[in-house]
């Protein structure tokens, strides 16, 4: 039975992700009156303070309470959002995003590096499946209910219900039994050494770097995927815009279903990484049989079986984050991976909107399926290569940083014999 923290976590996290959902639905419907760049400018400020704000937010994760992080920034979003009730202006719906993008920015390594700390190494594979099923609906639910509530009243009032997802996120904090402190003790000053100290951690595990690569090749498939998914299935399977959110919906599901099944499988921790370079093949195969299909069902099944991928390599990260990662630093790691994460995504987005006029859309997600195909295929034999050269003591851990940060060796004592046994 995982602890009352646990479920508190992953409400709170999928309740935001509803309500981020439905303020972007909301706000891209209202910003489509200003034209193409106006919704381009959305975009944007959605992911450009991600990427430019990830050091001092992931240095601000491992000096402040996660708590006061969460609390403070999170009923800031608050206030931010409903003032965007108030205005229907284009620039200042835009800046009022790039101001709540900043404050993701600033929470999600915070409550990222939070979760290991609140359950016992044993619960932390079901605990996170727990969070990874509730982010699964949160993302399914928020883009949904911000369409009926647009068809039921307007592009204002959905921004309250956003608004209150905030502040339910921050009462949830509040409401947690345990908390992550860092100890601040001994710390060096805000500098870039300092700030870049997730970076230089991954840049020392070799098993980490390389499924950040295996995985930001994946990112950009994607990336060109969400460009032209919608002509792939208006113009090349004739299909209508029910039938468009429906397939978003299976994609959606299938990622659920992915963070539900891979905590039964128990994997020994020795096999986590090749498990993600499995998942990460089974998202190629999918976008590769999505890119052929020319049927509304066979659509279908391929996208659930991309999303049951992305589902379990999402577990898969989330664990090896937890495992590999020191807590001193797990913040700034959170937050130099996800801002890598989202140049590669934004990237991809902005190469396919470029080629999108000059190649069918089949194509490009072809190139997508391809591409993440080989990524797989490279990474395998690098990440087998990683693991025979590992040290397995826990006392010959490599040190990557100053102040004695190690990366932590997957395979040691009980862990590596149990391997051994189950192969």
């Given at each position: 039975?995982?602890?009352?923290?646990?479920?508190?976590?992953?409400?709170?996290?999928?309740?935001?992700?509803?309500?981020?959902?439905?303020?972007?639905?909301?706000?891209?419907?209202?910003?489509?009156?200003?034209?193409?760049?106006?919704?381009?400018?959305?975009?944007?400020?959605?992911?450009?303070?991600?990427?430019?704000?990830?050091?001092?937010?992931?240095?601000?994760?491992?000096?402040?309470?996660?708590?006061?992080?969460?609390?403070?920034?999170?009923?800031?979003?608050?206030?931010?959002?409903?003032?965007?009730?108030?205005?229907?202006?284009?620039?200042?719906?835009?800046?009022?995003?790039?101001?709540?993008?900043?404050?993701?920015?600033?929470?999600?390594?915070?409550?990222?590096?939070?979760?290991?700390?609140?359950?016992?190494?044993?619960?932390?594979?079901?605990?996170?499946?727990?969070?990874?099923?509730?982010?699964?609906?949160?993302?399914?639910?928020?883009?949904?209910?911000?369409?009926?509530?647009?068809?039921?009243?307007?592009?204002?009032?959905?921004?309250?219900?956003?608004?209150?997802?905030?502040?339910?996120?921050?009462?949830?904090?509040?409401?947690?039994?345990?908390?992550?402190?860092?100890?601040?003790?001994?710390?060096?000053?805000?500098?870039?050494?300092?700030?870049?100290?997730?970076?230089?951690?991954?840049?020392?595990?070799?098993?980490?770097?390389?499924?950040?690569?295996?995985?930001?090749?994946?990112?950009?498939?994607?990336?060109?995927?969400?460009?032209?998914?919608?002509?792939?299935?208006?113009?090349?399977?004739?299909?209508?815009?029910?039938?468009?959110?429906?397939?978003?919906?299976?994609?959606?599901?299938?990622?659920?279903?992915?963070?539900?099944?891979?905590?039964?499988?128990?994997?020994?921790?020795?096999?986590?990484?090749?498990?993600?370079?499995?998942?990460?093949?089974?998202?190629?195969?999918?976008?590769?049989?999505?890119?052929?299909?020319?049927?509304?069902?066979?659509?279908?099944?391929?996208?659930?079986?991309?999303?049951?991928?992305?589902?379990?390599?999402?577990?898969?990260?989330?664990?090896?984050?937890?495992?590999?990662?020191?807590?001193?630093?797990?913040?700034?790691?959170?937050?130099?991976?996800?801002?890598?994460?989202?140049?590669?995504?934004?990237?991809?987005?902005?190469?396919?909107?470029?080629?999108?006029?000059?190649?069918?859309?089949?194509?490009?997600?072809?190139?997508?399926?391809?591409?993440?195909?080989?990524?797989?295929?490279?990474?395998?034999?690098?990440?087998?290569?990683?693991?025979?050269?590992?040290?397995?003591?826990?006392?010959?851990?490599?040190?990557?940083?100053?102040?004695?940060?190690?990366?932590?060796?997957?395979?040691?004592?009980?862990?590596a014999e149990a391997a051994e046994h189950r192969g």
């Amino acid at each position: 039975m995982l602890p009352r923290d646990a479920w508190i976590a992953a409400t709170a996290r999928g309740m935001s992700l509803t309500g981020d959902g439905v303020a972007y639905v909301c706000l891209a419907w209202r910003m489509k009156e200003h034209g193409t760049l106006a919704v381009m400018a959305l975009t944007l400020a959605m992911a450009v303070p991600m990427v430019v704000a990830a050091p001092w937010a992931g240095l601000l994760a491992d000096r402040v309470s996660a708590k006061r992080i969460v609390v403070t920034v999170t009923t800031v979003q608050a206030a931010v959002t409903s003032a965007l009730f108030w205005t229907g202006s284009g620039p200042l719906t835009v800046a009022a995003l790039a101001v709540l993008a900043l404050g993701t920015a600033v929470v999600n390594p915070a409550w990222m590096a939070l979760l290991p700390t609140l359950v016992t190494e044993e619960q932390l594979p079901r605990a996170m499946g727990l969070s990874q099923s509730f982010t699964a609906i949160g993302n399914l639910a928020g883009p949904a209910l911000g369409g009926v509530l647009i068809a039921v009243t307007d592009t204002r009032w959905p921004l309250l219900l956003d608004a209150g997802t905030f502040l339910v996120y921050a009462a949830l904090a509040m409401a947690l039994s345990k908390d992550r402190i860092p100890d601040v003790v001994g710390r060096g000053r805000a500098g870039f050494t300092e700030m870049t100290a997730g970076l230089r951690v991954l840049r020392g595990d070799a098993i980490l770097r390389t499924l950040l690569w295996v995985l930001v090749v994946s990112v950009f498939g994607f990336g060109a995927l969400n460009v032209v998914e919608v002509f792939f299935i208006t113009n090349e399977l004739g299909a209508n815009s029910t039938v468009y959110g429906l397939l978003g919906l299976v994609y959606g599901a299938g990622n659920l279903i992915g963070a539900q099944i891979f905590p039964r499988l128990r994997i020994p921790k020795p096999r986590l990484p090749l498990s993600a370079v499995i998942a990460e093949l089974v998202i190629a195969a999918g976008l590769l049989c999505f890119a052929f299909s020319r049927e509304v069902w066979l659509a279908a099944v391929t996208l659930a079986v991309a999303g049951l991928g992305n589902g379990v390599i999402n577990m898969v990260f989330g664990l090896l984050f937890a495992y590999r990662v020191p807590d001193e630093v797990r913040g700034r790691f959170g937050s130099a991976f996800g801002s890598i994460i989202t140049v590669s995504s934004l990237t991809s987005m902005a190469i396919a909107g470029m080629v999108g006029t000059a190649l069918a859309a089949s194509t490009i997600i072809t190139i997508g399926g391809l591409l993440a195909l080989l990524a797989g295929l490279i990474g395998w034999p690098v990440i087998v290569r990683a693991q025979r050269r590992e040290p397995v003591e826990p006392a010959e851990s490599v040190a990557v940083i100053e102040q004695g940060v190690s990366v932590k060796p997957l395979g040691s004592g009980e862990d590596a014999e149990a391997a051994e046994h189950r192969g």
